[in-house]
C-alpha cells in the first residue's frame, strides 16, 4: 500500500467520523428537546396534582371529615400561605 492510498484510506475514515459526529449531535439536540419538553410537562403535571390536593383538603374541611393528620396538614397549608402573604405585603410597604 503506497502513501496516496493510506491517506485516501485516512481521509475516507475521517469523513465516516464526521458524519457519524453529526448525526450524533443531532440526536443529542433531539434528546435534549424531548426532556425539556417531558420536564415541562412534568412540572405542569406536578401543579395540577399540587392543585387537586389542595381542593380536596378544602372539600374536606367544608365537609367535616378530616382526620386529625389531615387536618395538621391543612392548617400547615395555611400557615404557609399566611407567611407567604405576610412577606408581599411586607415587600409592598417596604
Known amino acids: 500500500m503506497d502513501t496516496l492510498q493510506h491517506v485516501q484510506q485516512i481521509t475516507a475514515k475521517v469523513k465516516q467520523r464526521m458524519k457519524q459526529l453529526e448525526t450524533l449531535q443531532k440526536q443529542q439536540e433531539q434528546q435534549a428537546e424531548i426532556i425539556r419538553s417531558l420536564k415541562s410537562r412534568n412540572e405542569a403535571l ?26 395538621a396538614a ?13 412577606k408581599c405585603i411586607g415587600m409592598l410597604t417596604e
Open 74 to 86: 391543612f392548617e400547615s397549608t395555611i400557615n404557609k400561605y399566611i407567611r407567604e402573604i405576610d
Open 46 to 71: 406536578e401543579e395540577q396534582v399540587r392543585l387537586l390536593t389542595e381542593q380536596q383538603q378544602i372539600l374536606m374541611a367544608a365537609a367535616g371529615k378530616m382526620t386529625p393528620a389531615d387536618k
